[in-house]
């Protein structure tokens, strides 16, 4: 993993020091609210509901396990025990002291962590595959690339006020994990006919008011032009990009407005006066952060031991741990494994500092110290041997972190929803844990199979719900909270935009809509169809005559 040097330590101690001036003077009266708002929020702090919320950067969704410590023990002394993972590979808490933000920062970076750039119109932080590096489908490793755009793009002095803020995501597999066709920006990382490694460009893509999938401008950039690109594409946004009206402010609205094909003209032509320049990657410099990223000292295993077959055989609630919760490994005689943070009754995405704690042991105990933050708001134990699953297994479900559901309905992606956020036109954690409890008998859960279920508390799709299989979009009528449901979302190779079924439904009758849903989808699948196909060979309308047919 990569580690700060002392220009990264000089850097982040110096904008600790600048923002704990800056909230003395706010709390001293010598700033007004409009004057630190700019200020707060370039710190990844915002006002929420009922307390500020620190927003804290994790890069492409790394951490160490001392730096999973340290959040534990933020988390107990300045929150209230527990934080919230977010889609964005990031941790948000919810209940700190505005004037205790200064020391939550300096604590930050002491483990080479930071606040910088989760908020604002800047690039945010920059997300990937939670397996990146372990694969066993990579065709090649996206981190460094990762670590360079975050390098690049860190208080970069052209990109700090752009007409909104921007994302990007790199995926390096066969299979896009990190939904890059709904990004500002999205790589694919490829190779030409001559075996050179180099990127797919996708820009433009998107949710929120105006869900977008992106469009490919290139379908092959050489590696060493990454940051050139990029520099192209940002200065095209940041020239043409709308400033008058913020719902009309993303690249997503200026790609559709001036076509693909005319954003990418003006890219290339931008590109001509930077392809070459200062920017241009070197081969030493891959190699620099490749570094960072060599693969740890496995010990050679055997494939399937003895230790790993015979609890197999003999537990059915641990193989459908295996089954749900590991994935192969590009190491014989290893897993990848992912810890639940989907358990019955507990909100989405939340952690408690003893989860914390226990998961950074496990990071130790069972692999090289690290873990991955995925954006389904789940953590990932990327190397554990094959040997040890049973005894991670055990110890994983102690502290309610086994829940067999990866990838199954009851693993809901979620914002926060109207608890917290201000924003939010309703709660998002009551309905999903309802929709939880109504499928909590794990038997009826794995027959329904795959379904991907995202949940929204507002317009700003947070939770990704334009691409869930099932999506849920919290709505306010005349003051009251109300859920539209969208059907048909996907996220991958086949990215597409959920359609909205008819009128939204209150609180009690969201649950009921979803076993209306399973009903048709068990009626009409064939053998082996997962929800998603179902529903396209069939369409919505059988589901949508179901769900608002007259109760009798």
Excluded at 249 to 277: C, N, S, Y
Excluded at 372 to 384: F, I, K, S, Y
Excluded at 467 to 488: A, F, H, P, R, S
């Amino acid at each position: 993993m990569y580690r700060y040097d002392e220009v990264d330590h000089r850097l982040v101690r110096e904008r600790v020091d600048q923002f704990r001036d800056q909230t003395r003077r706010f709390l001293a009266g010598e700033l007004s609210e409009e004057e630190f708002r700019p200020l707060r929020l370039m710190n990844g702090l915002y006002i929420q509901r009922h307390a500020p919320m620190l927003r804290v950067a994790i890069p492409y969704g790394h951490l160490r396990s001392e730096q999973l410590r340290k959040l534990a023990d933020i988390a107990r002394r300045y929150d209230k025990g527990y934080g919230h993972f977010t889609t964005r590979q990031n941790i948000q808490f919810n209940w700190p002291a505005l004037e205790a933000v200064p020391d939550i920062l300096e604590e930050l970076a002491a483990v080479e962590m930071h606040a910088i750039q989760t908020s604002g119109n800047c690039v945010r932080n920059t997300t990937t595959d939670a397996f990146a590096g372990v694969s066993a489908d990579q065709l090649f490793d996206p981190r460094p690339y990762c670590e360079i755009i975050r390098q690049w793009s860190t208080l970069h002095p052209e990109f700090a006020f752009l007409p909104r803020k921007f994302k990007i995501a790199v995926s390096g597999s066969v299979e896009d994990r990190a939904a890059t066709m709904v990004h500002d920006i999205g790589l694919h990382v490829s190779r030409n006919e001559a075996g050179e490694a180099g990127f797919k460009i996708i820009v433009g893509g998107g949710l929120g008011r105006t869900p977008m999938v992106g469009e490919v401008i290139r379908e092959f950039l050489p590696r060493q032009h990454l940051l050139t690109y990029l520099d192209a594409v940002l200065r095209v946004y940041n020239r043409f990009g709308r400033r008058d009206n913020k719902y009309k402010a993303r690249v997503k609205i200026l790609v559709k407005a001036m076509t693909p094909q005319g954003f990418a003209a003006k890219v290339e032509d931008e590109w001509l006066h930077l392809k070459d320049g200062p920017a241009t990657l070197r081969d030493e410099d891959v190699a620099h952060y490749a570094s960072f990223f060599a693969d740890p000292d496995y010990p050679p295993l055997p494939d399937n031991p003895a230790e790993l077959t015979a609890p197999l055989a003999e537990d059915k609630a641990f193989a459908r741990w295996y089954e749900r919760n590991t994935r192969p490994h590009r190491q014989p005689g290893y897993r990848s494994v992912v810890l639940s943070l989907k358990e019955t009754g507990a909100p989405p995405g939340d952690i408690t500092a003893e989860q914390m704690e226990a998961a950074a042991d496990w990071a130790d105990r069972f692999g090289f110290g690290e873990l991955r933050v995925a954006h389904e708001q789940n953590l990932v134990l990327p190397d554990v041997a094959q040997k040890d699953l049973h005894a991670l297994w055990q110890e994983a479900r102690r502290h309610r972190m086994a829940t067999p559901n990866i990838g199954l309905l009851t693993d809901i992606i979620s914002c926060p929803g109207g608890d917290f956020c201000s924003l939010a036109n309703a709660r998002s954690i009551p309905v999903a844990n309802a929709i939880q409890r109504t499928f909590d008998d794990l038997d009826y859960l794995y027959d329904l199979g795959d379904i991907a279920c995202n949940f929204s508390g507002c317009m700003n799709a947070c939770g990704h719900h334009h691409i869930g299989n099932i999506g849920i979009l919290g709505v306010d009528k005349n003051g009251e909270e109300w859920y539209q449901i969208t059907l048909g979302g996907s996220q991958g190779s086949d990215t597409t935009i959920g359609k909205v079924i008819g009128p939204s439904f209150a609180q009690a009758d969201v649950p009921v809509a979803f076993g209306k849903i399973m009903q048709v989808y068990l009626e009409r699948r064939l053998d082996g169809e997962r929800f998603i196909d179902t529903l396209r060979r069939v369409g919505v309308e059988p589901f949508k005559e179901r769900v608002y047919a007259p109760v009798h």
